[in-house]
């Protein structure tokens, strides 16, 4: 009667079926971390690319990351920005509270002030899922900047970890705008209606079907996330914008940015938004006397945010290392000679710098190491003891875990459970 | 330090005291003996012990010489058993950054695995386990072989039989092994402060893997294939078994510190350390104790006396320590290409002959810069 790895990982809320009856059942007592980590006075001499990450902060819910039991980081401040109400908050102030938009962002976030909620949950929904998909890896999309640049250094670099988080948050932007399309919380946007037949293996040809429900209008989501996010990259250079509450050290340093470094970017971007519209399914509906399917309704829906993880996940694996050639206009190609003359596809992602290792602590280039780090001794994969650790070898701890366990429903209306103790060692890396 | 070693040498008996200050001069002087090419094995031999091995008698101290004498023909296990242990630590560590170096000058205790025994790392915690290990296993292993002429098998194995086999043939004495081992091993460590402790808990941390994974051996009787009787025995784990075992208690070595509340430590039951974290799991029996951090093994250190990774060998696609990004600690590799002559499609020809053909083929080699 035990979690899954999984579930413990993340500390999220779980509750596990045990196996014997379902009736029983064990709450886990575990913690939903809502905060960000500020890791104090850290610089931030970049562009202000990813600065709309920043909105990740605003908002309900805030960006989670595990403690670490035994992390030479310590337990950070966390803080948490209050939620907005842009309906109640004028538009103007609204977006002075994100600093680091660039001029277009601001714009757009004037014009429709209740998008800026929309991009902040989008940037969250990314920004888990990324700690989701690299949970067990030695960089694991650990949140260690403040709220202008959350992942510290990583964005500077033009690695496969920064393409992988370009992706993922613009994809997030698309999905989190397209979903509240769908379900009226915008007023520019509503439900799709889509053209053409659905695909084979949910209509036959036989059948009788059309196009009903709301199909999620992630052609408008996709516009209004290239239209914000990409203007990071886009007008990063005339972004010296005069606001009130500037980010001091951003908007003040000249920008220094390496060729090529926008169009991977940008690729990257837009790489992310193809990964949802390429997922989007069609589904369908019954309608007519039990189970008669007479008639069909059908409508196109986004894929789950753990299949686009998973997607983008693979992409990220598959990476494709670019150069920049720059004869007439800065173009990418590919590093591979053998494959250079191959067009870099709209759906790859693309890094220009190798990966470091990820295993030692250096605040320089913001790496925060593998110290403390939760492993698995018994795994041969990336959460191994051995590949996490980076052969350093690992701590014993063990954990005492007090949690009521074979709860019972007593009729009416009481529940019953036993106290159990489970006594478990977890590994960290030294 | 030289010095200090020399007086060690000839004033054996007080080699305890200096064992404070040296280190680990006096209880590893016996590893020297791996450099003897082969040992007379002497109970074949009338003249006694002491004669033969008279040259190499310096390396032991009293009580370890007179248990050599005692039991005649543990020499032979106890050279067996060095060598054993210096071949297993290669072949646990060569994927590693520091890959168990030795050194092949002739004198003192520093001559075998170099000076990283005077520290307290993990690595130290390895080399004294798996060396007492060697030595619980390989005589353990001479007693059922005859070898050694004050133990046999282990014949205590008797009685409760399962229902379709009974206890016999040879057991290896893993009873002996580690009594012997525990009184040869432990007797040069003598101290009481923290590196001995270390070094006691080690030391019978590689005895207790060795006769903790004893296993079961049966052997069929009857018409062929009948199996209607089983023999069975109780056989000592391969030495490799061991060594992967030790390994694994190295990447999740505890370190410890002194215990400080005052309460007097007590070497039998091993309770003078606690965790340097307290929140760490305190060490169980079979589990490495280290008191102070390694280095990173990546440039050479003369303090630990490792030679560093430049010049290793590294895995251009490997993730882990043996990846040439780790190995070589971010210094980067050159890549040359090799020829190597191998003899290959080898036929078998009536009788009997094999004969083979010279391919020569290209391997791509990475080394560290």
């Known amino acids: 009667m035990e979690c899954s790895n999984k579930e413990r990982q993340n500390r999220l809320i779980g509750c596990c079926k045990s196996r014997m009856d379902l009736s029983y059942r064990c ?31 605003l908002g309900a819910a805030s960006v989670g990351r595990d403690t670490i039991p035994d992390g030479s980081l310590g337990h950070q401040t966390a803080t948490q920005a209050p939620p907005i109400n842009s309906i109640l908050v004028d538009p ?125 209008d992630v052609d408008y989501g996709i516009k209004l996330a290239r239209k914000f996010v990409d203007s990071g990259d886009k007008y ?11 980010p001091p050290s951003a908007l003040s340093r000249p920008l220094t940015i390496k060729p090529g470094v926008q169009e991977m970017n940008l690729h990257n971007n837009e790489a992310g938004r193809q990964l949802i519209k390429s997922g989007m399914k069609t589904l369908c509906r019954c309608h007519g006397v039990s189970a008669s399917c007479s008639l069909k309704t059908c409508w196109k829906a986004m894929p789950s945010f753990k299949e686009i993880g998973d997607l983008a996940k ?45 295993c030692r602590t250096n605040r320089e280039i913001g790496i925060v190491g593998t110290t403390g780090r939760e492993c698995n001794r018994t795994s041969t994969g990336s959460d191994s003891c051995d590949l996490l650790c980076c052969g350093r070898g690992y701590n014993t701890q063990v954990i005492r875990r007090v949690e009521r366990c074979d709860c019972k429903f007593i009729w009416c209306c009481k529940v019953k459970c036993r106290v159990c103790e489970t006594v478990t060692d977890i590994y960290t890396c030294k | ?78 050279n067996r058993a060095v060598k054993m242990a210096v071949s297993e630590c290669r072949y646990q560590f060569k994927e590693r950054r520091w890959n168990c170096p030795t050194f092949n000058k002739d004198r003192g205790p520093e001559s075998l695995f170099g000076k990283i025994l005077n520290s307290g790392c993990r690595e130290t915690s390895f080399i004294y386990s798996i060396t007492s290990a060697a030595v619980t296993h390989s005589v353990a292993r001479s007693c059922s072989e005859g070898t050694i002429e004050s133990c046999t098998c282990d014949y205590k194995f008797r009685g409760d039989s399962g229902n379709d086999w009974e206890w016999g043939g040879c057991s290896d004495n893993a009873d002996f092994g580690h009594r012997f081992g525990k009184k040869f091993v432990d007797s040069g460590e003598k101290g009481r402060d923290l590196r001995h402790a270390m070094n006691l808990h080690n030391n019978e941390a590689g005895r207790k893997t060795v006769s903790s994974e004893m296993r079961r051996e049966c052997k069929c009787h009857g018409m062929s294939g009948s199996c209607t009787i089983e023999t069975c025995w109780m056989r000592l784990p391969t030495f490799r078994t061991v060594g992967e075992l030790i390994k694994e208690r190295f990447d999740g070595a505890s370190r ?29 029996s079979r589990d490495l104790v280290y008191f102070e951090n390694s280095p990173d093994f990546c440039e050479r250190n003369d303090k ?25 600690c971010s210094r980067g590799s050159t890549t040359t290409e090799i020829k190597v002559k191998e003899r290959c499609s080898c036929t078998f020809h009536w009788c009997c002959k094999v004969k083979c053909e010279e391919c020569t083929s290209f391997r791509t080699v990475h080394r560290c810069l």
């Not at chain 1, 905060?35 to 990740?56: C, E, N, Q, Y």
């Not at chain 1, 799709?192 to 209509?203: C, E």
């Not at chain 2, 005052?262 to 799991?281: A, C, I, L, M, Q």
Request: aromatic content about 8%; overall charge positive; proline content about 5%.
């Open chain 1, 27 to 57: 709450f886990v007592v575990c913690i939903l971390c809502i905060s960000i980590f500020l890791s104090g006075p850290t610089k931030t001499d970049a562009s202000a690319t990813w600065m709309w990450l920043g909105a990740a902060s």
């Open chain 1, 314 to 358: 693979s992409r990220y694996s598959e990476g494709v290392e670019v150069v920049v050639r720059t004869k007439k206009q800065i173009r990418l190609r590919r590093k591979d000679r053998r494959v250079r003359r191959e067009v870099i596809a709209s759906d790859e992602l693309v890094y220009m710098q190798r990966s470091p290792n990820y």
């Open chain 1, 236 to 246: 990063s250079s005339s972004s010296s914008l005069s606001s009130p509450s500037p």
């Open chain 2, 1 to 78: 330090m030289k010095l200090e070693w020399f007086v060690a040498f000839f004033f054996i008996p007080t080699a305890s005291l200096l064992a404070k200050k040296t280190t680990a001069a006096s209880s590893t002087k016996w590893w020297s003996m791996v450099l003897s090419p082969s040992m007379t094995n002497s109970v074949t031999d009338t003249q006694g012990i002491i004669n033969i091995i008279d040259p190499k008698l310096k390396i032991l101290n009293k009580r370890q010489r007179r248990l050599v004498s005692q039991n005649r023909g543990t020499l032979a296990a106890i």
């Open chain 1, 92 to 216: 103007e102030t609204l977006c002075q509270r994100f600093p680091g938009l660039t001029v277009e962002q601001r714009r757009v976030c004037s014009s429709t002030p209740e998008i800026i909620n929309m991009i902040s949950e989008g940037a969250k929904v990314g920004i888990i899922e990324c700690q989701r998909q690299f949970s067990t890896e030695r960089w694991n999309c650990s949140v260690i900047g403040d709220v202008n640049n959350p992942f510290g250094e990583v964005m500077n670099t033009g690695n496969k970890e920064t393409a992988f988080i370009y992706a993922i948050t613009s994809a997030g932007v698309v999905y989190a705008v397209t979903r509240s399309c769908s379900l009226g919380n915008l007023t520019e946007c509503g439900c799709a209606t889509p053209r053409g037949q659905p695909s084979d293996d949910v209509v036959d040809d036989d059948e009788e079907w059309k196009w009903g429900g709301c199909t999620d």
């Open chain 2, 304 to 328: 630990f006396g490792t030679p560093g990774t430049r010049g290793r060998e590294c895995n251009a696609t490997s993730l882990g320590v043996d990846g040439c990004d780790l190995m070589c």
């Open chain 2, 256 to 284: 410890v510190t002194m215990r400080n509340d005052g309460s007097p430590s007590d070497r039998e039951t091993e309770s003078s350390f606690v965790p340097y974290n307290p929140s760490h799991k305190q060490p169980a």
